[in-house]
């Protein structure tokens, strides 16, 4: 089982719609998790963080976490074609007693005027 | 403030010889970690440092080193460098590494030939 799991899409919606992205982890002492958008031919860039169970809302943004079932999701509200690009899910993973930060392989998101 | 900064922003190797990457964290951040990030295998964690020590070590050969310093800006090499080196070199700088955010550099493109 890989440490973190994403769907690699893409994932089209049309201008306006939600997008939801979907993760799963392996480590159930994981405590911090993150979403990063990475345009094509840039770095990834951090768009949420989320610690506890439940929603976090920020602007469109919406991190969802339930740590019982190992999961995260990040919701879009509103889609734009600027919000095209790949959403990666992070979770720092016990290892070695350190943590490490450990990346899904990312979703492709396609939003179409 | 400013950002994570990367040198230098692209390299052309020839196989077998060395590089060196280098990598200056946020202010005030003591940890770094390098990571890998090729179309097939994503980002791929490298190592982490911090406060001059590696806390963690990702499944990479040998080849790959890396240190910090004591104003905790960081240096990777790769020695004997091999096609399938050829990638995207990101690193991260967050305050301490564990549960915490994480920002990147605009990374190093490296080709090796």
């Known amino acids: 089982q890989k440490e973190v799991e994403q769907n690699s899409g893409p994932l089209s919606v049309p201008e306006g719609a939600i997008a939801s992205l979907n993760c799963t982890y392996s480590d159930r002492g994981s405590q911090s998790f993150f979403w990063y958008r990475q345009y094509s031919g840039k770095s990834p860039e951090l768009i949420m963080s989320?610690?506890?169970?439940g929603d976090k809302e920020d602007g469109r943004f919406t991190a969802q976490l339930n740590k019982a079932s190992q999961y995260v999701s990040l919701l879009i509200r509103d889609s734009q074609p600027s919000d095209s690009a790949t959403y990666l899910c992070a979770v720092y993973i016990m290892n070695t007693g350190f943590q490490k930060l450990v990346f899904g392989t990312g979703t492709r998101l396609l939003v179409s005027p | 403030k400013a950002g994570v900064t990367q040198t230098p922003r692209y390299l052309i190797k020839t196989r077998g010889q060395q590089v060196t990457l280098s990598c200056s964290p946020i202010s005030g951040h003591r940890s770094v970690s390098w990571y890998q990030q090729t179309p097939g295998q994503g980002l791929q964690f490298l190592f982490e440092y911090f406060s001059e020590t590696q806390r963690n070590k990702g499944n990479f050969p040998g080849r790959f080193s890396g240190r910090q310093f004591s104003n905790s800006r960081s240096e990777m090499n790769v020695s004997t460098l091999e096609l399938g080196d050829s990638a995207l070199y990101l690193c991260a700088s967050s305050l301490q590494g564990t549960n915490t955010e994480a920002f990147f550099g605009q990374g190093t493109r490296l080709t090796v030939v």
């Open positions: 989320i610690y506890s169970n």
